[in-house]
């Protein structure tokens, strides 16, 4: 069975890196992405993967916000969520994605 767990740890490092300071680092928050369903040889099913793991990036870098208690800007946002998934797409590493 194939699955993918998603995870924002750089990017939360990178986005909120100064203001951060905890006695010991929280887990990161991860959402799994399951695709077995998805045949990734085919442009529509990238596609799809690519959308679930876009979501799933958006949703984590949601709950990053929200433990933080900081307040994050859209762009801030933004760009938590395009490393989430540039990671994301490198973790899966299948060329119809990729592209």
């Known amino acids: 069975m194939n699955h993918f767990t998603t995870t924002i740890l750089v990017a939360v490092v990178t986005a909120l890196g100064p203001q951060l300071s905890f006695a010991r680092p929280p887990d990161p928050p991860r959402v799994t992405v399951r695709f077995a369903d998805l045949d990734l040889s085919r442009p529509e099913g990238a596609q799809t993967l690519y959308n679930r793991l876009r979501s799933a990036a958006g949703q984590v870098c949601e709950q990053v916000e929200g433990e933080t208690g900081l307040s994050w800007n859209f762009k801030a946002y933004r760009n938590c969520v395009e490393k989430a998934t540039a990671d994301?797409?490198?973790?899966?590493?299948?060329?119809?994605?990729?592209?």
């Open 88 to 99: 994301a797409i490198a973790k899966v590493n299948r060329p119809t994605l990729t592209a």
